[in-house]
């Protein structure tokens, strides 16, 4: 289950011009090696990974990063994190499902973090003064971009934030390994950050 962004009727139209644009974008990928960037060599999204698994290696493309003012003040630059497996999870505080994911989000950061595994928080479509007292409540202490128009999500390789939450992990060489398009667990998670963490 996932917080939905837009109206079920809009959604649809989305949906039906995503499924579209997908299908364009298999042909497309099919005669370019099965390669998923734009003109920039940046990655563009063109479908979600299974939960538990990650892009290979050979197939991950780089991401052009982002810049974002943090809830709390000052700010948050993917790129300063090279070296580090990250984890970016999309959420906002209205969101039931990442009212469950969020908690467990912040065990998962506490005993990753001396094995190079970052966690940052973009939290969209949302009210300030409303997401930083869930942010308190729930014990966060990793960082959280307030992204109320959903510049990341673009910025990232034009991700579908159609709901909420997805999760993307960025590799230590700053390449996506995986796109999440559904609420996560530990156990989901965890042996993935494991993979990720013991790569070269």
Known sequence: MRCRLLSGQTESVIRVVLAA???????????????????DGCYRFSNATRIGQTIAAGNRQHTCGF??????????TLS???GKVVVVN??????????????????????????????????????????????????VTYPIVFDQQGRTAIALGKLPAIGLPFTVLVDKHQRIAAMYLSVLTQKDLQPVLDELAGET
């Open 21 to 39: 644009t997908v299908a364009a974008a298999a042909v497309a990928l099919a005669s370019c090696a099965g390669t998923n960037h734009a003109a």
């Open 67 to 76: 810049t974002g003012q943090l809830l709390d003040g000052g700010s948050f």
């Open 90 to 139: 999309f959420w906002a505080q209205w969101c039931a499902p990442c009212a469950v994911e969020t908690p467990q989000f912040t065990l998962m950061y506490r005993a990753n973090k001396a094995k190079g595994v970052d966690f940052v928080g973009i939290d969209m479509k949302d009210s300030r003064d409303q997401a930083q007292p869930f942010v308190k409540d729930n014990g």
């Open 80 to 82: 300063h994190d090279t």
